[in-house]
């Protein structure tokens, strides 16, 4: 059946809608349910007085009595023909139609008492144009908040991915957005900046081995206790929706395959004493090159190893063994801080002394070579006078001896009187003054030997004669 619809003004349509809508489920409207009915006139309208059955009936119940004016009898609600009839009257009138004011309400009972059908008891023949366009109004409708069904909003932070029947038509970003309605397409949202954390190592026993989850096997065959964690976010929603069927679990096992990897490269000394941060970027670099030949959509961000430690019945030895070693470092730090500090040393005094001795040796060549030009000159004027410069040279070698010796003067011409000398003294004073470098003595050793010394009478100087004096020369 083909139903044609006229133009219908969309504005006009809303508005009629509006009203009709107001007017026909209005519950607090006294004429709800009889807008379509006119005032009886004489009684015109008012159902017919049911006969009685018998004349006792007639006398035990009371008369029926019609009711005045526009009142029903017993004021009860609205019957199922009335709201029908009112239904279709509206419902014409959104549409254009006329409202069909002379049909009466449907008879579901029969034709009240005649067997044709006619007059009051006639049945009811709705509007099939009015029914046919309120049907296309509701489906209208229908298909609206069909597709409204469609929009949707994805959160800060969050991603959508896009499926028709199943096979994946895209992603959405954080904002409002729109699909086919459900069955056609759907999505699902994944939070892709949470960051998701995951603990390996609990300290689960393994049944069959008696060994924790934790235990790692080394490459010198011990056993180590390794506890940490893996943090990660994901970087494709897509990937981490249809490309893996548990995402925490393949982490899981992983995480576990990698740093088995990393410890059975290394001895336990290495695994226990090493840098944690080496470890750390092996086991992250391993995991997601798993990850990423796998396409789970998950990026790796960072391991943390909380704990690494020998198993536990053999903790107290390791312990030992750990302490031993520590003391080894230990003593091992203090030798070389001690060669740290004797050996530049040793190195400074050993350079000061290689000065001196470049100093002395050419202090001595110095000294050499002038005292050999000095001899040069002195023998020139030597072949000029011989026994001035003979007497010249040993004035000065005497005074040159007596400047740095301690000196005696006894008068043997004064008398027998007792001399007291400090032998001791002078005894220091000459061994000091030969260990001297440059071989002059003290003077305040000299000084104080000289105050020590008891004052000796001097006599007065006598004169000699030239003959004393020619003695002293011809030495």
């Given at each position: 059946?083909?139903?044609?619809?006229?133009?219908?003004?969309?504005?006009?349509?809303?508005?009629?809608?509006?009203?009709?809508?107001?007017?026909?489920?209005?519950?607090?409207?006294?004429?709800?349910?009889?807008?379509?009915?006119?005032?009886?006139?004489?009684?015109?309208?008012?159902?017919?007085?049911?006969?009685?059955?018998?004349?006792?009936?007639?006398?035990?119940?009371?008369?029926?009595?019609?009711?005045?004016?526009?009142?029903?009898?017993?004021?009860?609600?609205?019957?199922?023909?009335?709201?029908?009839?009112?239904?279709?009257?509206?419902?014409?009138?959104?549409?254009?139609?006329?409202?069909?004011?002379?049909?009466?309400?449907?008879?579901?009972?029969?034709?009240?008492?005649?067997?044709?059908?006619?007059?009051?008891?006639?049945?009811?023949?709705?509007?099939?144009?009015?029914?046919?366009?309120?049907?296309?109004?509701?489906?209208?409708?229908?298909?609206?908040?069909?597709?409204?069904?469609?929009?949707?909003?994805?959160?800060?932070?969050?991603?959508?991915?896009?499926?028709?029947?199943?096979?994946?038509?895209?992603?959405?970003?954080?904002?409002?957005?729109?699909?086919?309605?459900?069955?056609?397409?759907?999505?699902?949202?994944?939070?892709?900046?949470?960051?998701?954390?995951?603990?390996?190592?609990?300290?689960?026993?393994?049944?069959?081995?008696?060994?924790?989850?934790?235990?790692?096997?080394?490459?010198?065959?011990?056993?180590?206790?390794?506890?940490?964690?893996?943090?990660?976010?994901?970087?494709?929603?897509?990937?981490?929706?249809?490309?893996?069927?548990?995402?925490?679990?393949?982490?899981?096992?992983?995480?576990?395959?990698?740093?088995?990897?990393?410890?059975?490269?290394?001895?336990?000394?290495?695994?226990?004493?090493?840098?944690?941060?080496?470890?750390?970027?092996?086991?992250l670099a391993s995991i997601q090159a798993q990850m990423d030949r796998y396409k789970t959509g998950i990026h790796v961000q960072t391991v943390n190893i909380q704990n690494?430690?020998?198993?536990?019945?053999?903790?107290?030895?390791?312990?030992?063994?750990?302490?031993?070693?520590?003391?080894?470092?230990?003593?091992?730090?203090?030798?070389?801080?001690?060669?740290?500090?004797?050996?530049?040393?040793?190195?400074?005094?050993?350079?000061?002394?290689?000065?001196?001795?470049?100093?002395?040796?050419?202090?001595?060549?110095?000294?050499?070579?002038?005292?050999?030009?000095?001899?040069?000159?002195?023998?020139?004027?030597?072949?000029?006078?011989?026994?001035?410069?003979?007497?010249?040279?040993?004035?000065?070698?005497?005074?040159?001896?007596?400047?740095?010796?301690?000196?005696?003067?006894?008068?043997?011409?004064?008398?027998?009187?007792?001399?007291?000398?400090?032998?001791?003294?002078?005894?220091?004073?000459?061994?000091?003054?030969?260990?001297?470098?440059?071989?002059?003595?003290?003077?305040?050793?000299?000084?104080?030997?000289?105050?020590?010394?008891?004052?000796?009478?001097?006599?007065?100087?006598?004169?000699?004669?030239?003959?004393?004096?020619?003695?002293?020369?011809?030495?």
């Open positions: 059946m083909m139903i044609h619809l006229p133009a219908v003004n969309v504005s006009k349509l809303t508005q009629r809608i509006k009203h009709a809508a107001l007017g026909m489920f209005n519950l607090n409207d006294s004429k709800w349910g009889r807008e379509g009915e006119k005032p009886s006139q004489d009684g015109a309208d008012l159902p017919p007085v049911p006969p009685s059955s018998s004349p006792n009936d007639s006398q035990d119940k009371p008369s029926y009595q019609a009711p005045q004016g526009n009142k029903r009898p017993n004021e009860g609600p609205p019957d199922l023909d009335e709201l029908w009839r009112d239904f279709n009257q509206k419902l014409g009138g959104i549409f254009g139609g006329a409202k069909d004011k002379g049909r009466q309400p449907p008879n579901f009972g029969g034709n009240n008492g005649g067997g044709n059908g006619n007059g009051n008891g006639g049945g009811f023949q709705p509007d099939m144009k009015s029914a046919g366009k309120g049907a296309v109004l509701v489906a209208a409708v229908a298909a609206l908040i069909w597709f409204g069904t469609g929009f949707f909003i994805v959160q800060e932070g969050q991603q959508a991915v896009i499926t028709r029947f199943g096979e994946i038509k895209g992603t959405r970003e954080a904002g409002f957005n729109w699909r086919l309605p459900y069955p056609i397409e759907r999505h699902e949202t994944v939070a892709l900046t949470q960051l998701r954390s995951i603990e390996i190592g609990r300290g689960t026993t393994v049944q069959g081995t008696g060994l924790k989850d934790s235990s790692m096997l080394t490459q010198d065959e011990n056993i180590v206790d390794i506890k940490f964690t893996v943090q990660y976010r994901l970087k494709s929603a897509a990937d981490f929706l249809f490309q893996n069927r548990n995402p925490d679990d393949a982490v899981t096992k992983a995480a576990e395959s990698a740093i088995r990897e990393v410890v059975g490269k290394g001895a336990m000394d290495t695994v226990l004493n090493k840098d944690r941060e080496s470890i750390q970027r092996d086991v690494v430690q020998p198993p536990e019945p053999v903790q107290a030895a390791f312990d030992d063994a750990l302490k031993a070693g520590q003391d080894r470092d230990r003593l091992k730090n203090e030798g070389q801080a001690y060669a740290n500090d004797v050996v530049p040393r040793a190195k400074g005094t050993a350079a000061r002394l290689k000065e001196e001795a470049d100093g002395y040796k050419a202090n001595v060549i110095a000294r050499a070579e002038g005292d050999a030009q000095r001899f040069k000159s002195i023998q020139v004027e030597y072949s000029k006078a011989p026994q001035v410069t003979r007497d010249r040279l040993y004035l000065d070698t005497m005074q040159q001896i007596y400047s740095n010796v301690t000196k005696v003067v006894v008068d043997s011409k004064q008398g027998n009187n007792l001399l007291y000398l400090p032998l001791d003294k002078i005894m220091q004073l000459t061994a000091a003054g030969t260990s001297t470098a440059n071989g002059t003595t003290d003077t305040n050793a000299v000084a104080n030997a000289s105050s020590a010394t008891p004052a000796t009478p001097i006599a007065p100087a006598n004169t000699t004669d030239s003959r004393s004096r020619d003695t002293s020369r011809s030495r």
